[in-house]
């Protein structure tokens, strides 16, 4: 079915998946020449001038690599951005998808490929945090590795393209969907049950996770040290896992102000305020932020400047602290604010 893909928005998700993944695609072919010509140079003599100006040629290409990386890296949030834009958009064409929800449960290749552009993205952004910290270096320890790392980041790119295209490809605007009241609603609630304790437990664990991650970056950034940098990312990721059953049980329906309704894709529209936006964003700057204090440790080992990393860590360690800070802000706003308009009331009962 290709009537799906016609529609404004998937072409333009389509195209932004094409041009990420050509740019990173033109980014490995220069490492590739980068990588060939560095083996070649190392094995000219220390003095030579042909070496000196081969380095200085690789150094700008290395640049170049960067760059594409980085155009490839906005580039990619913003098709992610698109997916969810493009899938909320078909909702209106499918019978029985009320909202994004509907439609990615609609095909098998819905949810992997928005998830597939989650990933590609944050690998985007962990990518330009070890460039960042090799351009601070007096000598460029980590350029080798880097361009290895294209090797990886391009087929993760193109994966996402053709999973983006399977899932669009496969929807059948005249079939029947499910929408999120229908499948999610009651598949989560009866989890979670009618009692508010195992909701209030998710939302709890969530906000601790959150706080421990933010105060754990909070130390990174006064003195950053390996053991803090690890234990800031293992944080992160527990607060970014614990954050998903959290916002379903628990912060979605006091957003809607209903026990029974708990699709993130809907805290997206302007009748939840759009509070899933900032919430979305937050969620993966702290996951993104978090683990590449990890990353960041990992390489410090192998430069010689380990100030020059410390210094690069204190910049993350502030910025994910924000981060999460600013999702559990998000989270307990609308619980915060039913209470206050309630009086008090719990919107489960037990």
Not at 46 to 67: C, F, H, K, T
Not at 127 to 146: A, F, G, Q, S
Not at 149 to 160: E, N
Request: hydrophobic fraction near 55%.
């Amino acid at each position: 079915m290709l009537a799906p893909v016609l529609h404004p928005l998937v072409l333009a998700r389509l195209m932004s998946g094409l041009a990420a993944a050509l740019l990173v695609t033109a980014a490995l072919r220069v490492a590739w020449r980068v990588l060939r010509s560095d083996s070649e140079r190392r094995g000219q003599a220390p003095g030579d001038a042909g070496a000196s100006e081969a380095q200085i040629a690789n150094e700008r290409q290395a640049e170049l690599v960067a760059s594409l990386v980085q155009v490839a890296l906005a580039i990619a949030a913003l098709g992610l951005v698109l997916t969810v834009l493009a899938a909320d958009g078909l909702s209106d064409s499918i019978r029985g998808a009320m909202c994004a929800w509907g439609v990615f449960s609609s095909t098998r290749a819905g949810f992997a490929a928005l998830g597939t552009s989650a990933v590609a993205t944050v690998a985007c952004a962990l990518w330009l945090v070890v460039h960042r910290l090799d351009l601070r270096l007096l000598r460029p320890t980590l350029t080798r590795d880097k361009l290895a790392a294209t090797f990886a980041l391009a087929p993760l790119l193109w994966l996402d393209l053709g999973l983006t295209w399977t899932f669009f490809a496969q929807l059948d605007l005249s079939a029947v969907a499910s929408c999120c009241s229908s499948s999610l609603d009651p598949g989560v609630g009866h989890v979670f049950g009618a009692s508010g304790g195992p909701r209030f437990l998710a939302f709890g664990v969530a906000l601790a996770l959150g706080l421990a991650a933010a105060a754990s970056a909070l130390l990174t950034r006064r003195r950053p040290t390996a053991t803090r940098s690890y234990l800031t990312a293992a944080a992160s990721a527990g607060a970014a896992v614990a954050t998903v059953p959290a916002v379903l049980g628990y912060v979605a329906p006091y957003v809607y102000g209903t026990p029974r309704h708990l699709c993130p894709f809907c805290l997206l529209h302007a009748d939840a305020g759009g509070i899933g936006w900032p919430l979305l964003g937050a969620w993966l700057a702290g996951s993104a932020l978090g683990l590449s204090l990890a990353l960041v440790a990992r390489c410090r080992r192998r430069v010689d400047e380990p100030a020059v990393a410390d210094d690069l860590s204190r910049a993350l360690g502030r910025a994910t602290a924000v981060a999460w800070l600013a999702l559990v802000a998000l989270c307990v706003f609308p619980v915060a604010r039913y209470y206050v308009a309630s009086g008090g009331a719990s919107l489960f009962t037990g």
